[in-house]
C-alpha cells in the first residue's frame, strides 16, 4: 500500500481529482467528488516563479470563483504558492484585486471553501487560504504574507542563517499556525482527508456572520501592544479637497475615522509604517461598526505602503488581520453601502488587494504611487527596484484603479 506523500497528493486520492482542461501557468483546475456530492477543485503549484499567480491564472481562476458564487457549490482551493506574481507589476496587482474580490464573494454566497495547503503560501495565497473556513496544512508549510527572506531582511539579518530559519519555523511553520486557530489542522501520512474534508466543507454560519465572530476571537490573538492613545482631530490638505462639504476626522496609530459633512462616514489607513496585526484590526473594527449599522456611504483613504514584515505580526498570522478587513468592507457593500476607496498616496500589497476588494469602486489621486510590493521587498524577490510612480493611466490599464482624480496638491507636497 502507497503512503500518500503530500496533503495535496492525500487529497486527489480521496476525491478521485480529475483536469479540467489544461494547465495555465501554474494552475490547474478539476473536479471531483465526497460521498457521491461533486465539487470543484482548483490547485496552485510550484511549476514556474515559485508558483506565483498572474495574468493568466486569473484569467482562469476568477470564472471558476464567479461559477462557485452562483452555484453555492463546494471549492477546494490547493496553494503552493508565492502570491501574486511580481515580476508582472501592476497587472499582477489588478488580476489579483479582481480574483480575491471574486474568492470573497464566492464565500459570501455561501459556497463552502476548503483550503489544503504545500509547502509555501505566501502574500496573495496566504489571504486565499483564509477566504475558506478551514486550512489543511502539510508539516512543512509555511503560511505568511511574507516570506522568510523578506522577514529576514527587514529584522536586518539573512534567511539562511540558522537563527532566521528557527524564527521563521516557530512564527509561520504549520506547527504554530495550528496552535493560532481550530480551524487549521496538520496533515500527517495516513489522514483520512476526507473525514476532514467533511468538517471543511460542512454548512456553516453565514459568511458574514462567521468573520465577525471571527473577528472578536482576533483581538485576543494580538501581540502585546501599548495602550491605544486618544484619537486627535486631524485636518489633510488631501481630505480638504476630496471632502469640499467639510469633514471631521479623527487619527489613532495611523487609522482615520470621521464623518461627511454631506452625509457618510470616512475611514483610512495613513502615515509611516507598515499595517501590522494591531493597525488592522483597529481598521476592520471601525469598519465592521459601519456594517453592522448598515452605513449607506463609506469613503476609504490609503496612504500607507503596504503590509508589515515583521515576526511579531506574523506569529499572530497577519493574513488573518488583513482579510478581516476586506471582509469587514465587503460585508458592509453587501448590505447596502457604496464603499469608495481613494488612494491619495502610497498603497500596494495586501493592504492595497483587501481595501479594493471590499471597495464598490476605486480611484487613485494623480500623483499617487501604488505597487506591488514596497521597494525593498521587490528588490528582495527581483534583484531589482522598479521605478516607483506610475502614471495614473497605468493605474487605470492594469485595473488597480477604476478612474482617477485630480485633488489640485503641488507636486510633491505631502498632505
Not at 74 to 80: A, I, K, M, Q
Not at 84 to 89: D, I, L, M
Not at 138 to 147: C, F, N, V, Y
Not at 355 to 370: E, F, K, N, Q, Y
Request: one cysteine or more.
Amino acid at each position: 500500500m502507497t503512503v500518500d506523500a503530500s496533503p495535496l497528493e492525500a487529497l486527489r486520492a480521496a476525491v478521485g481529482f480529475s483536469p479540467i482542461g489544461e494547465v495555465a501557468g501554474n494552475l490547474l483546475i478539476g473536479k471531483g467528488s465526497l460521498d457521491g456530492r461533486a465539487l470543484r477543485v482548483a490547485v496552485v503549484e510550484n511549476r514556474v516563479a515559485s508558483g506565483s499567480l498572474g495574468k493568466a491564472e486569473v484569467a482562469k481562476f476568477s470564472p471558476l470563483l464567479a461559477l462557485t458564487a452562483r452555484e453555492r457549490s463546494p471549492l477546494v482551493l490547493c496553494l503552493d504558492s508565492a502570491g501574486a506574481r511580481v515580476s508582472e507589476g501592476l497587472d499582477a496587482l489588478g488580476a489579483f484585486r479582481r480574483l480575491f474580490t471574486e474568492a470573497l464573494a464566492a464565500r459570501a454566497a455561501g459556497a463552502p471553501v476548503a483550503a489544503v495547503l504545500g509547502r509555501n503560501c505566501y502574500g496573495g495565497a496566504s489571504m486565499l487560504a483564509h477566504v475558506a473556513s478551514q486550512r489543511l496544512f502539510g508539516p512543512d508549510t509555511r503560511l505568511a504574507m511574507s516570506g522568510p527572506a523578506i522577514l529576514a531582511q527587514a529584522a536586518g539579518g539573512n534567511a539562511l542563517d540558522p537563527m532566521y530559519v528557527a524564527m521563521a519555523d516557530a512564527s509561520i511553520g504549520a506547527a504554530s499556525r495550528a496552535q493560532a486557530c481550530a480551524a487549521n489542522a496538520v496533515w500527517t501520512p495516513g489522514m483520512d482527508v476526507g473525514e476532514w474534508l467533511r468538517g471543511a466543507l460542512a454548512p456553516g454560519a453565514g459568511a458574514w456572520d462567521a468573520y465577525r465572530a471571527r473577528h472578536r476571537e482576533l483581538r485576543e490573538r494580538l501581540p502585546s501592544v501599548p495602550a491605544a492613545r486618544p484619537p486627535e482631530g486631524v485636518r489633510r490638505r488631501d481630505l480638504d479637497r476630496l471632502f469640499a462639504d467639510g469633514y471631521e476626522a479623527r487619527e489613532c496609530d495611523g487609522v482615520l475615522s470621521g464623518t461627511l459633512a454631506g452625509g457618510g462616514f470616512l475611514l483610512g489607513l495613513v502615515g509611516a509604517g507598515h499595517v501590522g496585526a494591531a493597525r488592522a484590526w483597529t481598521f476592520a473594527e471601525q469598519a465592521w461598526t459601519l456594517a453592522d449599522a448598515a452605513a449607506a456611504r463609506v469613503e476609504v483613504v490609503l496612504d500607507c505602503e503596504s503590509h508589515a514584515a515583521r515576526f511579531d505580526d506574523e506569529k499572530a498570522v497577519l493574513s488573518e488581520y488583513v482579510v478581516d478587513m476586506a471582509a469587514a468592507l465587503a460585508a458592509a457593500r453587501s448590505r447596502g453601502a457604496d464603499v469608495r476607496l481613494t488612494i491619495v498616496g502610497r498603497a500596494g500589497g495586501g493592504v492595497y488587494v483587501a481595501l479594493a476588494a471590499g471597495a464598490t469602486r476605486v480611484a487613485a489621486a494623480r500623483g499617487a504611487d501604488i505597487q506591488v510590493l514596497p521597494g525593498a521587498a521587490l528588490a528582495s524577490i527581483l534583484g531589482r527596484r522598479q521605478d516607483a510612480g506610475a502614471e495614473c493611466s497605468e493605474y487605470l490599464r492594469a485595473g488597480v484603479a477604476d478612474e482617477d482624480i485630480k485633488l489640485g496638491l503641488p507636486p510633491g507636497s505631502r498632505p
